[in-house]
């Protein structure tokens, strides 16, 4: 009898929404040399997209190199693919962002993909400012990673064991293991194909959820318990700065997440956290609502996102930043009463 799991499968049940562009399929055909990109502050769905395709690309024999703006969580040397990976990586003529609502997010990477012979984009951000040569952006796709898996589809290449890793482990954070609004039938499926071939739910989830660095839990604490009410409650929000980082013995990779824990919170439309690592007063806000769109109220701060989970900076002072982000969600808020 057939295994229905089997990896030999050639085929997902679940019809794509978008397939991969021709001239992007055809640019990773005739290539040999490629520099993969992800965002500033990278998730698990930036590393683990931007290593399941640079192994897509090693395996077919070509030159490729990873890099991120700024350093990983501890975790992603646990994923395939650390040796891809470069803290000072040279041009290359085909420069692929991946994850990123915008090459504004490659940081102090921007230059090389500016540069590049060949810029691509392969994101699901709705932003609209997009300035590369070869986009493949699908905001109904639930990571990064399916785009990429749709890629090796395409390709018809192998999923091997590596790769199928890297893209469950991308499309599990994303979805908050499968429990976000984006778990959708073809996350579910892939992510299967993705156990069928080599990939591990149990140690994945354990290392992303499972188990937590202190600094990590001390942080959420001081997180938590600073957490205030606006707007009649409709909005929850708290702010950690410099003196919690010290006092948690936390840097910037110990942030991720906590507002996940602070949207756990019932009868609230808008969560947001704000955050400051250093004294020089640059805050990053999280923003997380199913009532307002996020994404449209972080652009109008200078940042982005999705509709559901979004992002921007600001320079301080925090009251004042705070003040006017609520201004901007109570006008946002449906059925708000104003004054
Ligand atoms: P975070 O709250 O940092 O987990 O980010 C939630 C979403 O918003 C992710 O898709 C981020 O890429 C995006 N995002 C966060 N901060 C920014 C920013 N400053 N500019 C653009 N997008 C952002
Ligand atoms: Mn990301
Ligand atoms: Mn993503």
């Known amino acids: 009898m057939m295994n229905p799991h089997s990896c030999d499968d050639a085929h997902l049940a679940a019809t794509?929404?978008?397939t991969p562009p021709p001239d992007l399929l055809a640019l990773l055909e005739e290539q040999d040399d490629f520099l993969l990109l992800g965002h500033v502050n990278p998730d698990g769905d930036a590393v683990g997209s931007v290593l399941a395709l640079a192994h897509m690309l090693r395996d077919m024999g070509r030159t490729v190199a990873a890099a991120f703006p700024s350093p990983p969580p501890r975790w992603w040397t646990d994923m395939p693919g650390a040796d891809l990976v470069q803290d000072n990586p040279r041009q290359a003529p085909?420069?692929?962002a991946l994850d990123c609502d915008g090459a504004g997010r490659l940081a102090g990477l921007q230059p090389l993909h500016a540069a590049a012979q060949y810029s691509v984009e392969i994101d699901h951000h709705s932003s609209t400012d997009r300035t590369s040569d070869i986009l493949y952006v699908d905001p109904a796709a639930g990571a990064t990673g399916i785009l990429v898996f749709r890629i090796i589809e395409a390709l018809g290449r192998p999923l091997t064991s590596a790769?199928?890793?890297c893209i469950y482990w991308a499309v599990a954070t994303d979805t908050g293991f499968f429990r976000f609004a984006n778990t959708s039938t073809e996350v579910l499926e892939i992510c299967a194909r993705c156990a069928a071939c080599g990939a591990d739910p149990h140690s994945i989830a354990h290392t992303n959820v499972g188990i937590r660095p202190l600094p990590h839990l001390i942080l959420k604490g001081r997180a938590l318990v600073g957490l205030e009410s606006y707007l009649d409650g409709r909005v929850l929000a708290s702010a950690i700065g410099p003196e919690d980082f010290v006092a948690a013995g936390a840097d910037r990779t110990?942030?991720?997440e906590i507002i996940d824990d602070i949207r756990l919170a019932e009868n609230v439309d808008i969560y947001v956290l704000f955050k400051a690592i250093d004294?020089?007063?640059r805050w990053e806000v999280s923003l997380r609502s199913s009532v307002v769109n996020c994404a449209q109220v972080a652009r109008d701060f200078g940042g982005g996102g999705h509709a559901e989970a979004?992002?921007?900076t600001f320079d301080g002072p925090l009251e004042k930043g705070r003040t006017r982000l609520l201004d901007a969600l109570s006008k946002a808020l449906p059925?708000?009463?104003h004054g």
């Open 163 to 165: 790769i199928a890793t």
């Open 279 to 281: 004294l020089d007063n």
């Open 94 to 96: 085909v420069v692929i």
């Open 310 to 312: 979004a992002g921007f």
């Open 16 to 18: 794509y929404e978008q």
């Open 335 to 337: 059925d708000h009463h």
């Open 254 to 256: 110990h942030v991720e």
